[in-house]
């Protein structure tokens, strides 16, 4: 009985010592499909103490069917430990969506996901309205949850956010083209 007493506890810590490694690195940050002025964008984050260079990683969105579309290829950019960065509408090479379930992988250059974000499996939440996002909060190391107002530039915060029972399918801004 005390061995697995032992056993059960060291599976408890290395469950723990494994979360935690999952929340050091680079992350997914905020997601917006589209915000006030129709801009789609997502930030990624350096969780760690260390900078980060993000040449070799890149962003995919994964659609219903599990097919998946590079979303953006990070260049030679070294992102400071704490620091965000916005990858903009300009810079992606898909859409992000704001009708239907959004899922981005973060991959490393090693091809392993770094970090990962589905709206229905983290929200249980099919799409956004405008101007609305999906926002770690708070920044970086928080859980998951929809913004009422999208924070580009600014640090998400608590009181920006809605509950999943306070999002109303009738009042998502679908585009035929997404």
């Known amino acids: 009985m005390k061995y697995l007493l032992y056993a059960l506890v060291a599976i408890g810590a290395l469950s723990a010592c494994q979360q ?6 680079v992350v997914l940050n905020e997601i917006c499909g589209k915000d006030q002025d129709d801009l789609e964008w997502v930030e990624v984050a350096n969780a760690s103490k260390e900078a980060i260079n993000l040449q070799g990683y890149k962003m995919v969105k994964m659609d219903g069917d599990g097919l998946d579309k590079t979303l953006y290829k990070f260049p030679d950019t070294l992102l400071a430990p704490g620091a965000i960065m916005t990858v903009n509408a300009e810079q ?4 992000i ?3 239907k379930p959004a899922i ?3 991959i490393n250059p090693d091809g392993d996901v770094a970090d990962a974000f589905d709206s229905q499996e983290n ?3 099919e799409g ?4 609305q996002s999906y926002a770690r909060i708070p920044n970086i190391t928080g859980e998951w949850a929809l913004c009422e107002a999208a924070t580009w530039d600014a640090p998400n915060s608590t009181g920006a956010t809605v509950s999943t029972q306070d999002s109303d399918d009738d009042d ?3 585009d035929e083209d997404e």
């Open 20 to 25: 935690k490694k999952a929340a050091v690195g």
């Open 92 to 95: 992606l090479k898909a859409r």
């Open 97 to 99: 969506p704001n009708k």
């Open 104 to 106: 981005i992988e973060l």
């Open 123 to 125: 929200l249980e939440l």
């Open 128 to 131: 956004h309205k405008k101007g």
């Open 172 to 174: 998502l801004d679908f």
